[in-house]
């Protein structure tokens, strides 16, 4: 009796490591789509060049940015999405990894609200945000245009 309560509470371990191993590799592992939320033009008229106004992603891997949204974009980079996941509250989340085409490389976590209108994100140079924190010297907020 013992052995097979034994057996029993083992696998409940191995399934719940495993569902958990499941959700974590939804963060760090994505094979992005052809309609992906993060593509398209995004905007923030309040800002003034730096950091800029539009944003715009697109389906190839590649993005670009400039410092108005009547400008095309002159700021380019290739990014890899390598994470996606909704959090609690219906967001969804990306975590993508980026080079610039003046020599930059970082690491953002971006967050498109549950409408789907709003994107937010913080980079680093160093390693993958932690959380979208308004404070963070590196955090951006645009609209969808």
């Known amino acids: 009796m013992k052995s ?3 057996w029993i509470l083992s696998l ?3 399934f719940a490591a495993a569902d958990s191993m499941a959700f974590n590799a939804a963060k760090w592992f994505h094979f992005a789509g ?3 939320e993060l593509y398209g ?3 923030n008229m309040d800002y003034t060049g730096r950091p800029p106004q539009k944003l715009v992603f697109n389906p190839d891997g590649t993005a670009g940015s400039s410092a108005s949204v009547d400008l095309d974009t002159h700021w380019k980079i290739k ?3 390598v994470g996606k996941w909704k959090d609690s509250e219906g967001n969804i989340m990306y975590k993508s990894h980026w080079v610039g085409n003046w020599r ?3 690491f953002s976590l971006n967050k498109i609200s549950n409408s789907g209108n709003t994107l937010e994100y913080v980079f680093s140079h160093d390693d993958y945000p ?3 924190d308004p404070k963070h010297t590196h955090y951006r907020i645009y609209t969808r245009k």
């Open 79 to 81: 990014y890899l999405i």
């Open 130 to 132: 932690k959380e979208i």
């Open 41 to 43: 033009t995004w905007v």
């Open 34 to 36: 052809d309609n992906e």
């Open 4 to 6: 097979i309560l034994s």
């Open 12 to 14: 409940a371990i191995v």
């Open 104 to 106: 930059e490389e970082g």
